[in-house]
């Protein structure tokens, strides 16, 4: 079993094992960096101080820090109750006020007793003709005047959380963090000019200028890599791992395809066949396939999906689709159902909703073959789900889901072959954050008969005349989209706006809106999904819960409230909800006023393209890759230290070198070897290690 290395223990401890920090300051540091000793090593500084500056009084300029060494002459207590306290001292060429409000003047009279010689540190003032300095940051006897004269990091905080106690703690966190040994190439440490780890941490924490504040800074940058290392190196090893790993050779005749594409309504496009034909090349290999297949909103991913599992099914096997969401599930079997029909195959549906008679005929189904093919949610991964033989599990937005889930799934049958699809068109660099050196099948061209979608961006203020246009659409037989603000931090407030939304339009519309949000019942959901598709509904409000999937050809209009709050991806994948079928399409960005410049360059971006690609590149540029997506649910790694928009060169780098590494030296056997186990359990790879089979 493997092990973390002893050397790192320390790091791994709590942050309440550090002197100096309580469980109500362990909180507070938890909350702003995290709740181990290593977090506080990430925790950069974002900011500094210099004190170096030490002038005499009378050459010290107003709103510069100085660090200045005074006599001490006398105490000034207030003549009124709101005036503050003053001190006045001096050196000799002139006089220096110590202000301060709230005053406690036992305190006072203890730190700056009247006739000695201190050492102050803070921002100058002048006032009214005198030199001020208002609370000063630093009191201190003349001998830590060295000391004091230095440059100091300033770290992000968060409220109730103050910089002393914060600085203190992260100098224990370093005090912590031993020597390790070199995990990278010295030839290549030489070539960038980087230091040790250990070195390079504590010149970054001790920046004495700007320029060490930035994540170019030579040392930041050797942090950084040694993040995206781990990264790829993790990545690398689980590669390896599955490759090892027996696959099966599946093949088909073709004959349930082309009865299927014999019906299909539509011709695939070329995208479609290329990337059929790679997961059709995969299957037949004698190794697990995983690919990801990335397609663009509209793109036609699922009828791709479709085929593979066809093909499993004419090599004697079953195949599972799922789908995060009880109602793209259910939209995949609409869709699905009729071509399986066309090919004499019964799909079965399993979802959590599901209970009972109808769950158990399913199971059934399941274990005994007589169901060829699956399509559900989670559910699918439940104990008590049993296939006769699984051998392609397809998993459809991906981004939904963890590597956790995807290996579940996987374990449900004997060298499962594994598809996964995501809509997300993650830029380059992510895609090798979180894949690594995946096999991609990308569908870049979009189904035939698609017209472009009139993208318009509007102030609030103009909600009438919106409301009039959609009245005007509707009334010429068109559906639309009405998505309600997003308040992350409160479902309750999203829906009391949708709810206030809909009871608004129904008086402009009638009984013609309805409404669907994430805290609906499964049934209701689709209840009302299925009135907007078959024609009882003609605006459907909505919560995000369309986001991800969702497919109503006859939906041409979308109007986005204040879109401002969304994030550029995801208004894209709104947006592709419409413009599915073949009339003209129409999508409402509607902002409130003042726009600040992110979110105004984020609206020109999607007037301009509905290139997924070309938008997924310009949300890193404009957010950083931290935020893309809401990283947290994307499944993609959050970084501490690696910038993606900065560190993309790093990054295939550090692929490159990872890629090397497991030629030259697999089992991460030699010393190299070793170190760089040390440096996955320090960025918390641990998985990855249990993967090497002298773990
Ligand atoms: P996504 O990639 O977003 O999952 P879907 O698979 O839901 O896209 O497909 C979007 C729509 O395009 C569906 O209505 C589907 O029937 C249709 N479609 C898929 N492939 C083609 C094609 N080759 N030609 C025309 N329409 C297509
Ligand atoms: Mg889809």
Known sequence: MARRPQVLFPLFAEVTALPGVGPRLGKLVAKVAGPRVADLLWHLPTGLIDRRFAPKV????????????????????????????????????????????????????????????????????????????????????????????????????????????LAKAVREALGRAADLDEWLDPEFLRRQGWRSWRAALAAAHAPTDESGLEPTDADRSRLAYDELLANQLALALVRAHQKRQPGRSLRGDGQLRERVAAALPYRLTGSQHRAIEEIAADMAEPSRMLRLLQGDVGSGKTVVALFAMLLAVEAGTQAALMAPTE?????????????????????????????????????????????????????????????????????????????????????????????????????????????????????????????????????????????????????????????????????????????????????????????????????????????????????????????????????????????????????????????????????????????????RARLTILRETDDGFRIAEEDLRLRGAGELLGTRQSGLPAFRLADLAVHGELLAAARDDARLILDRDPELATPRGQALRTLLYLFERDAAVKLLRSG
Request: aromatic share 4%; proline share 5%.
């Open 58 to 165: 009378a050459q010290a300029p107003s709103g510069r820090i100085a660090t200045i060494t005074v006599r001490v002459e006398a105490h000034l207590p207030p003549r009124a109750p709101r005036l503050p306290y003053k001190v006045r001292c001096a050196d000799d060429t002139g006089i220096l006020h110590l202000v301060f409000f709230h005053a406690r003047e036992d305190y006072l009279r203890k730190v700056l007793p009247e006739g000695e010689t201190l050492v102050v540190s803070g921002r100058v003032e002048g006032f009214g003709g005198e030199v001020q300095m208002v609370h000063p940051d630093h009191i201190a006897p003349l001998a830590d005047l060295a000391s004091l004269q230095t440059v100091e990091p300033v770290h992000r905080l968060t409220e109730g959380l103050t910089l002393k106690p």
């Open 327 to 599: 109602i793209l599930v259910r939209q995949h079997h609409a869709v699905l159902a009729p071509l399986a029909d066309a090919a004499g195959l019964r799909i079965g549906l399993l979802t959590g909703r599901d209970k009972g008679k109808a769950r158990d005929a399913v199971l059934a189904g399941f274990a005994s073959g007589e169901l060829a093919m699956a399509v559900g949610t989670h559910a699918l991964f439940q104990e008590g789900v049993e296939f006769r033989d699984l051998g392609l599990a397809v998993i459809d937005e991906q981004h939904r889901f963890g590597v956790h889930q995807r290996l579940t799934l996987g374990a449900k049958g004997r060298d499962v072959h594994m598809l996964v699809m995501t809509a997300t068109p993650i830029p380059r660099t992510l895609m090798l954050t979180a894949y690594g050196d995946m096999d991609v099948s990308r569908l870049t061209e979009k189904p035939a008969g698609r017209r472009p979608i009139a993208t318009r961006a509007l102030p609030l203020a103009r909600l009438d005349e919106v409301v009039a246009a959609v009245r005007r659409a509707i009334g010429d037989g068109a559906k639309a989209y009405w998505v309600c603000p997003l308040v992350e931090e409160s479902e309750v407030i999203d829906l009391a706006a949708a709810d206030e939304r809909k009871a608004q339009l129904e008086t402009r519309f009638g009984e013609r809106v309805g409404l669907v949000h994430g805290r609906m019942k499964g049934a209701e959901k689709d209840a009302v999904m299925a009135a907007f598709a078959e024609g009882a509904v003609d605006v459907l409000v909505a919560t995000t819960v369309i986001e991800v999937g969702i497919d109503v050809p006859q939906a041409t209009v979308m109007v986005v409230e204040h879109a401002e709050r969304f994030g550029l991806a995801q208004l894209h994948q709104l947006r592709g909800r419409i413009g599915r079928g073949d009339a003209e399409s129409t999508c409402l960005l509607l902002y409130a006023q003042p726009l600040g410049e992110t979110a």
